[in-house]
Nanobody, 125 residues
Framework: QVQLVESGGGLVQPGGSLRLSCVAS????????IGWFRQAPGKGREGVSC???????YYDDSVKGRFTISRDNAKNTVYLQMNSLKPDDTAVYYC???????????????????WGRGTQVTVSS
């Protein structure tokens, strides 16, 4: 079955960097978009970035210029490079995939069918 496993989270100081990984299995990853989402305590899940099957990338305005999404289909892995991290970036980060109801990309959580369990990112001094 479809499985997504995130890793790479941790504690980092403001201004620091982390690289998250999402390893996919159980389906042809290269044929589907993958999105990164985050959920902070007491808040709803929000879209951070998405990479379409052709490699086009999309970002929420809050992370544009600081985060970079990429995919390595040979390794069944999608990455999220996060630079210039801020305390507001603290959250559990999830990757997700699905057919997005026919769209090539989306930052709307409800359009995704399969989710990983998440990895915690904490930005604090």
């Amino acid at each position: 079955q479809v499985q997504l496993v995130e890793s790479g989270g941790g504690l980092v100081q403001p201004g620091g960097s982390l690289r998250l990984s999402c390893v996919a299995s159980g389906y042809p990853m290269e044929n589907y978009p993958i999105g990164w989402f985050r959920q902070a305590p007491g808040k709803g899940r929000e879209g951070v970035s998405c990479i379409s099957r052709d490699g086009t990338t999309y970002y929420d305005d809050s992370v544009k210029g600081r985060f970079t999404i990429s995919r390595d289909n040979a390794k069944n892995t999608v990455y999220l490079q996060m630079n210039s991290l801020k305390p507001d970036d603290t959250a559990v980060y999830y990757c997700a995939t699905g057919d997005l109801h026919g769209s090539s990309w989306s930052l709307v959580p409800g359009r995704y069918d399969y989710w990983g369990r998440g990895t915690q990112v904490t930005v604090s001094s």
